[in-house]
């Protein structure tokens, strides 16, 4: 075999790889992604009925569980998001329970977030 039809064949090859490796990516990621997009979604939940239990009592509180609860049932929207986000949602969520009171403008922040998400 010439050197000329080795090199040929050694970059259509890897052209060929290429292609159906990103083919592939593209196609079946989703499939791939969905056991640990389930873990960190339910790591999420867990982790803020736990944070919901210390806080102060208030009607703020009251309506952040309702709002919480309503995500919960209808999560078809936050398991099309990706990691980073669920992440980020729950970085949201720590901040808004550092002190252990929730205010107007973090439970208007929070309807927002959600309202957003259902986009």
Do not use: H, W
């Not at 997009?37 to 703020?60: C, G, H």
């Not at 309807?111 to 957003?116: D, G, V």
Request: aromatic letters at 10%; a positive charge.
């Amino acid at each position: 075999m010439k050197k000329g039809c080795l090199i040929r064949l050694i970059i259509m090859s890897t052209i060929f790889v290429a292609i159906a490796l990103f083919y592939l990516q593209q196609k079946f990621d989703n499939i791939f992604d969905l056991p640990k997009q389930e873990f960190v979604l339910q790591n999420l939940r867990n982790e803020i009925d736990k944070k919901l239990d210390f806080v102060k009592d208030s009607p703020q509180k009251i309506n952040l569980e309702k709002i919480v609860d309503n995500a919960k049932t209808g999560l078809g929207f936050i398991k099309d998001l990706p990691t980073d986000q669920i992440n980020n949602i729950r970085d949201k969520f720590d901040e808004i329970f550092s002190d252990s009171i929730i205010t107007q403008k973090e439970l208007n922040y929070v309807r927002q977030l959600f309202k957003k998400l259902k986009k």
